[in-house]
Structure formats: structure tokens, C-alpha cells
């Protein structure tokens, strides 16, 4: 996924306001192959856990109306590590069976700096994919 500094600052800055529980929400992509990163919505964490994320079937149905409305489409659900590494644990890849071709955002709050990276998780098989920063001084974000 390519995402802007600015954006990816907005999921850090939404999981450190929810620590010691997990934060979870969407990013909305514009239309295409590739993905690029529009708005990030956040979500709220119905199981308030530090071990889990849990979003209201109603909440995401409205989420995802708010990224239709937008012209845009969900690109990535994102979620925090408050103790582990920034990588898919077992319950996130049973959970992402239900949501296929969508990318995994994983922020870690489990050292000083937080750490972030993108999965795609396709039938229990994980497969990291790349974070590509977008230059804010280019117009077409590239």
C-alpha cells in the first residue's frame, strides 16, 4: 500500500491513544490496482482489550458506506499490537478469512518506537507486503 507520512502518523497516534488496549480501524484507498492510501477511519475496539480487536458489524457497515460516499474503497483494516511485534497473531488470521484482498495494518506498541507493517492474508497464509511512503512535495503522491 502506498500511504502518506501524514496518514500513517493518524493510525500511530490512534493506537497510542488507545494503549493499553488494541486500536482498530480502515483505510480507505482510492479505485485502482495498486493501492493508495485516501483517509483512515477509525474504529472502536468493541472488545476494549489489549489482546484483541473486535468492530460492531454495524460500525464497519458504516465505514464502509462513509468510503462508498467517498468514492473510495476499503484497502486495508488496521489494528495494534500493544505487547507483541507488528505481525499477524493466530486470531488476526482467522479473523482476515472473512475479508479477502484486503491488507493487514500492524502497528506495534511493544518497543520504544512504534513499528508498522502491511500483510495480505489469504487463506491462513501470510505474506507481508511493502509500505511505500508517499513524497508529500509531489502532487501525484508519487
Known amino acids: 500500500m502506498r500511504i502518506s507520512a501524514e496518514l500513517l502518523d493518524q493510525v500511530i497516534a490512534h493506537a497510542k491513544a488507545e494503549a493499553p488496549n488494541e486500536c482498530c480501524g480502515v483505510i480507505g484507498c482510492h479505485p485502482g490496482a495498486e493501492r493508495v492510501a485516501a483517509v483512515v477511519l477509525p474504529a472502536t475496539n468493541k ?38 511485534a507488528a505481525y499477524p497473531s493466530q486470531t488476526d488470521i482467522s479473523f482476515a478469512r472473512g475479508w479477502p484482498g484486503v491488507e493487514w495494518l500492524i502497528v506495534s506498541l511493544a518497543e520504544e518506537q512504534p513499528q508498522a507493517r502491511s500483510f495480505l492474508i489469504e487463506d491462513g497464509v501470510v505474506e507481508e507486503v511493502e509500505l511505500h511512503a508517499l513524497d508529500p512535495t509531489r502532487p501525484s503522491g508519487g
Not at 56 to 84: F, K, M, W
Request: proline residues 5%; negative net charge.
Open 47 to 84: 472488545a476494549a482489550s489489549p489482546l484483541r480487536f473486535e468492530i460492531d458489524p454495524r460500525e464497519v457497515l458504516a465505514l464502509h458506506n462513509r468510503l462508498e460516499e467517498q468514492g473510495l474503497e476499503l484497502g486495508c483494516i488496521y489494528h495494534s499490537h500493544t505487547r507483541t
